[in-house]
């Protein structure tokens, strides 16, 4: 039986974990507020929150339900539009969409309205704008809904950092009357239920493991949804981020959120927030984990081109034993991997950049936010004085593969940078890819933007 709490109603079900919390909200529970879009997480009319006891405090994120298993939520709490409703008014958030006029045909709002409510219950540093970046519109133009989010973010305000001391978003919220009062006894209900969901947990892993689903869902949807899964996103031996020396460790179950988050990340990657909000939209990175785009295998997978120029390595286990990869060697063809098929990632680690080494992620695509790459890129350099030691180089939208450009990385051993030894690598470069031409662009403009963006990489160096 899978338990949680679905708005103020405590769940047990024995339904296929598979199945989305979309179709178990609207068809097993008939609460219609959540709209069925896209089914791929793109457009957000299908918002929740969803909330969990994380460092004995209720943390909630946003999560697109058309791809949230229900299996993924064992122990929490999901929200869906009428989990925040008043009985005799609308809620400020509602309020300030009505006044300001920021919905015309409806069917839109409640995704926009949950991830506003999202931002209310956050504790970070978030913009109320970022809050809706993975809700898409097609009626009103934004500007009303821009200007409804600038009243939520002026009731937010009032919540001074002196108050932040000593009072949680989720008291805030329910003080204010932001929303129902019911959020403030959810913790205790949790306590219990994730209690029993620990003590039942199998601790067996099946061949077939899905992590966040944000993409496997959009590609195996009537498979996965019956299927004899084991979901691993609470796994707590597939989860955290650890520092050990100078090695980073990540569990495979790491989302990006978890990155954008962690002390350890972000002092490493001064610039990981900007490369973080270059990728997908905040629901879909609070899903996304970081091992489930490296075995998508996706030739445009931002994280594997992120971290294949960290030469990252990868623990693989089947249950008995374990072997180490590089991520490099991980990709044999397009959708071809170097694993067995009874094999998971269970860890990820890669050597943290010192202050002598350079690294920088680009990425070109047809809408900035929310949307896949056309070629992305990263370069990560260790130098001594002017000269390169040692440089690592990825791509992707350029092969068949998340490809390591080995050749390229090579001749860069060594050189000091000038405008000639970038016209060289960019020439090298065109000897190690095999673009095609698709509808993210023709093989020419693949070949051309690759080495805008190498030219791009060194432009932001320092050195």
């Known amino acids: 039986m899978i338990r949680f709490i679905l708005n103020e109603k405590t769940i047990a079900t024995d339904l296929p974990p598979g199945m989305v919390m979309l179709d178990f909200i609207r068809y097993h529970q008939h609460l219609t507020g959540t709209k069925i879009g896209c089914r791929e997480g793109d457009c957000g009319a299908c918002t929740i929150l969803v909330g969990e006891i994380a460092n004995g405090e209720m943390h909630y994120q946003s999560m697109t339900s058309c791809l949230m298993p229900i299996g993924n939520a064992a122990g929490k ?3 869906s539009i009428e989990g925040i409703n008043f009985a005799d008014s609308l809620n400020p958030i509602q309020q300030a969409m009505a006044d300001e006029g920021a919905t015309q045909c409806g069917f839109c709002t409640p995704g926009f309205v949950m991830s506003l409510a999202g931002y209310c219950l956050s504790n970070n540093d978030a913009t109320v704008i970022s809050s809706i970046d993975g809700n898409i519109c097609r009626c009103t133009g934004y500007k009303p809904i821009e200007r409804a989010t600038e009243k939520i973010a002026s009731i937010m305000k009032e919540r001074t950092l002196r108050q932040a001391q000593y009072e949680d978003a989720i008291t805030y919220a329910t003080r204010k009357k932001i ?17 029993e969901a620990l003590q039942n947990q199998s601790s067996e892993l099946k061949n077939f493991l899905v992590g966040g689903g944000t993409d496997l869902y959009v590609q195996q949807h009537a498979t996965i949804t019956n299927a004899d899964i084991r979901f691993v996103f609470d796994h707590p031996e597939l989860n955290g981020i650890s520092k ?8 495979s179950s790491v989302t990006v959120s978890d990155l954008k988050v962690s002390p350890i990340i972000n002092e490493a990657f001064p610039d990981f927030q900007q490369v973080a909000k270059l990728i997908s939209s905040t629901p879909i990175r609070n899903m996304a984990t970081i091992a489930g785009n490296f075995i998508n295998a996706s030739p445009i997978g931002d994280f594997t081109i992120f971290f294949l120029a960290l030469d990252a390595q990868l623990i693989l286990s089947d249950g008995n034993s374990k072997r180490e990869l590089p991520l490099r060697k991980l990709y044999k063809g397009y959708k071809a991997l170097d694993k067995k098929p009874e094999e998971h990632i269970e860890q990820i680690w890669f050597e943290l950049p010192e202050k002598n080494h350079y690294f920088h992620f680009e990425k070109v695509s047809k809408r900035t936010h929310l949307d896949i790459a056309s070629v992305n890129s990263a370069i990560h350099l260790k130098m001594t ?39 060289e690598v960019i020439e090298i470069m065109k000897t190690e890819i095999s673009p095609i031409s698709d509808a993210r662009g023709s093989k020419e403009y693949k070949i051309l933007l690759l080495g805008q963006l190498i030219k791009a990489h060194f432009l932001n160096a320092d050195f």
């Open 77 to 79: 709490h999901i929200v």
């Open 179 to 195: 929303l129902p009062e019911y959020f403030s006894t959810i913790k205790e209900k949790l306590v219990l239920i994730r209690r």
């Open 244 to 251: 050990e020396g100078n090695r980073c460790i990540l569990g």
């Open 385 to 423: 004085g002017d000269s390169i030691e040692q440089a690592n180089l990825s791509a992707g939208g350029v092969g068949p593969v998340p490809m390591f450009l080995q050749k390229t990385s090579d001749f860069l051993r060594g050189k000091k940078i000038s405008d000639e030894i970038i016209t």
